[in-house]
């Protein structure tokens, strides 16, 4: 198994190393008002540069929050749908940098007659 790159905790304490999009469903999906109110995820490392959380609001909705200091992003919204949250998710994750994680590197062949 690989290093983990970002973990997902929530205040219950249930985490998941590098969670896939269905992993962060899940981890919202059992998200309350009550003794569960939140999830974070962030690098698994001292001093993160990013993070990004969801936690219940009072009316059923979810605020996401996503900040990276390397980027000067930090953005708040709301959302009620699980399934946009865990995608969304999912797609801003795959766009951080990981130290120790090898870069993907695209190339384009071009065949010549």
Avoid at 18 to 47: G, H, K, R
Wanted: net charge negative; proline share 4%.
């Amino acid at each position: 198994m690989g290093a983990a790159y970002y973990r997902a905790e929530s205040e219950n304490g249930d985490h998941i190393e590098d969670p896939s999009e269905d992993a962060l469903f899940m981890l919202i999906e059992d998200l309350n008002s009550s003794d569960n109110t939140f999830v974070v995820i962030q690098p698994d490392e001292d001093d993160p540069v990013w993070f990004t959380s969801v936690a219940v609001l009072d009316d059923d909705g979810y605020e996401v929050v996503r900040r990276d200091t390397t980027r000067r992003e930090h953005d708040v919204v709301t959302e009620t749908s699980i399934d946009r949250i865990a995608r969304d998710l999912t797609i801003w994750l795959a766009a951080r940098g990981f130290p120790g994680r090898p870069t993907q590197h695209t190339t384009n062949f071009y065949k010549t007659a």
